[in-house]
């Protein structure tokens, strides 16, 4: 081959290189840092820009879109020397290229290593209840202590979720043990207080039902009371018009028991389980003194005729 051929050839290949290290286009989402002789120069937005070949050189290529960090697992030690294992989810965006480029190596791992980290020291000054409640009191602080260092990396904070908060699996055992046990005490508790308001109930029912025979009891005595009252008072009219009848008035006493000794008697001898009826020794002067009590009255009332 001729050497002006090739020679032909090598330069459009440059010129064709030139070319394409002088117009640049940067896509929507990125932003390209572009360095002069080993040194920042400016930072390409999307769109057509043209460079000097050789002299500015691509060196980083930043995308600008939110991105998403997910934290490892990691086991974390609470106040109360309790064990939780959490994770969190990151959402950033890099506003500053330049910062992300120069200010820090690796600024997704700084983000994920800072997040691990602050998430182990705000967890660490909490109590296993407080670090399982309040996930937004977790997300506030750990928010609040990685903003400043993003910030100074170029990149600003959109979001921090915290996604995974539980307590390690020898501690859930435990936890599920306790609550076991809990719920047993209560069942226990309601249990004693069931039969503690059913003895009450049934003390209560005793004594109102004491009470109520009680007072019929009382009404029943205060009834007989009534009635012996009445018939003693019905006794002591008999007398007074017996011994009113009677020119003697001792008789009216032996009239009336006698009267009622005749009645008694009589009772028992009608009675069906009657068999033997006994008569008291003076049967026969008690009689005695009601007939000639009789005898006497009735000649009484033959005279006042």
């Known amino acids: ?29 990125e932003e ?8 920042y120069h400016t930072t390409l937005l999307p769109g057509l820009h043209l460079l000097i070949p050789i002299v500015d050189i691509v060196s980083y290529k930043i995308v600008t879109k939110e991105l998403i960090l997910q934290t490892r697992e990691q086991e974390v030690i609470t106040k109360d020397n309790a064990v939780v294992i959490i994770s969190a989810v990151v959402f950033y965006r890099v506003t500053d290229p330049s910062k992300a480029s120069y200010s820090i190596s690796n600024f997704e791992s700084a983000v994920s290593n800072m997040t691990t980290t602050t998430l182990r020291a705000v967890i660490g000054g909490m109590t296993l209840n407080e670090s399982l409640s309040q996930r937004d009191v977790i997300k506030a602080q750990v928010a609040e202590k990685i903003r400043d260092s993003m910030s100074g990396w170029g990149l600003t904070l959109g979001n921090l979720e915290v996604q995974d908060i539980r307590p390690s699996a020898n501690l859930q055992e435990a936890m599920e043990r306790q609550a076991s046990a809990d719920r047993e005490r209560e069942a226990a508790i309601l249990i004693a207080d069931g039969q503690r308001r059913a003895a009450i109930a049934k003390a209560e029912g005793l004594k109102e039902s004491v009470i109520l025979e009680a007072q019929g009891r009382l009404e029943a005595a205060k009834l007989e009371a009534q009635a012996k009252v009445e018939l003693a008072d019905g006794d002591r009219k008999a007398m007074i018009v017996v011994a009113q009848g009677l020119v003697g008035g001792e008789e009216a006493p032996h009239y009336l028991l ?31 003194g009601a007939v000639g009590a009789l005898g006497y009255l009735g000649s009484s009332l033959s005279d006042k005729k």
């Not at 081959?1 to 989402?29: E, N």
């Not at 028992?268 to 020794?281: G, I, R």
Request: hydrophobic share 50%; net charge positive; aromatic share 8%.
């Open 1 to 29: 081959m001729d050497a002006s051929i090739i020679f032909s050839l090598v330069l459009i290949g440059g010129v064709v290189y030139a070319l394409s290290q002088m117009v640049r286009i940067v896509p929507q989402g």
């Open 32 to 39: 390209w840092v572009v360095e002069r002789l080993g040194k």
């Open 258 to 288: 006698a009267q009622r000794y005749i009645d008694s008697v009589k009772s028992l001898s009608s009675a069906e389980n009657a068999k033997v009826v006994f008569m008291p020794a003076d049967w026969q002067q008690s009689l005695a």
